[in-house]
């Protein structure tokens, strides 16, 4: 089993930032990716960005260029930094961790919230 525990959301004005951390625990072995998903109320969850266990990353569109994802492997912890936020990154965020075998784990979510 993994768990995940994010942290780091909250209430900002528009143009703010935020950092959001995710803690991993547990068996954290073959993980392929680790990543940040969003749900805002009404609308389905979204990838925002992701990493691969080599490295690399991916942004959706609307997170080039003001979000940043990075994990510090010694602390288990994957962050999502992001800057110049606006009220349409008002969402839960989630952390995911996937394996290479597909097995997915989800964390319980935290609030962000971008007030105009």
């Known amino acids: 089993q993994v768990q995940l525990v994010e942290s780091g959301g909250g209430l900002v004005q528009a143009g703010g930032s935020l950092r959001l951390s995710c803690v991993v625990s547990?068996?954290?072995?073959?993980?392929?990716?680790m990543g940040w998903y969003r749900q805002a109320p009404g609308k389905q969850r979204e990838l925002v960005a992701a990493?691969?266990?080599?490295?690399?990353?991916h942004y959706a569109d609307s997170a080039k260029g003001r979000f940043t994802i990075s994990r510090d492997n010694a602390k288990n912890t994957v962050y999502l930094q992001m800057n110049s936020l606006k009220p349409e990154d008002t969402a839960v965020y989630y952390c995911?961790?996937?394996?290479?075998?597909?097995?997915?784990?989800w964390g319980q979510g935290t609030q962000v919230t971008v007030s105009s």
């Open positions: 547990g068996s954290i072995f073959s993980i392929k990716a």
């Open positions: 990493i691969t266990s080599g490295g690399s990353t």
């Open positions: 995911k961790v996937s394996r290479i075998s597909g097995y997915e784990y």
